[in-house]
């Protein structure tokens, strides 16, 4: 026959048991979540992968009115990252290139023609001369891509 001692050390065996169980079960909850969790966003339950940012999302990272810096860039370049004037003639060398149409001695030509380096750049030249360098803001052209 059983005493009370005995019965509880029996619930108490039964508890750890339960506990362990328990344990064993939210550690395995745990892991399935954490491999769940990634950096990818759900909406609506369909992956969603960021857009990258279109050329006006990048120029609206820079403290200019964004929409004279669109329709001076669409003026130079039409928004062609890799277009080139090899017209252009400077002190030092010859060419504009990328969104802007800066000018080659503005950096190195390869440099210039990435459009996240063409913009911060158009952005440096602007931050100190306005916009006086751009022959289409000069000669209005700018003027046709404003909306």
């Known amino acids: 026959m059983r005493t009370l001692n005995d019965n509880n050390k029996c619930i108490i065996r039964y508890l750890k048991l339960f506990l362990i169980i328990e344990a064993i079960i939210f550690g395995w ?9 990634s950096t990818t966003t759900y909406y609506n339950e369909i992956a969603f992968v960021p857009r990258p940012k279109t050329i006006k999302e ?8 964004v929409d004279i810096a669109y329709a001076v860039m669409m003026a130079e370049s039409d928004a062609d990252s890799q277009a080139v004037n ?6 030092s060398c010859n ?13 190195d030509t390869q440099d210039l023609l990435d459009e996240n380096i063409n913009i911060e750049v158009a952005y440096i030249i602007y931050s100190k001369q306005g916009w006086k360098p751009w022959g289409a ?11």
């Open 86 to 91: 090899e017209k252009d003639s400077h002190a």
């Open 95 to 107: 060419g504009s290139y990328g969104l802007f149409q800066l000018a080659c001695f503005w950096g």
């Open 58 to 65: 990048k120029i609206a990272q820079y403290d200019w009115d």
């Open 137 to 147: 803001y000069s000669d209005k052209r700018y003027l046709a891509y404003l909306q």
């Open 29 to 37: 909850l745990l892991l399935q979540l954490s491999q769940a969790i």
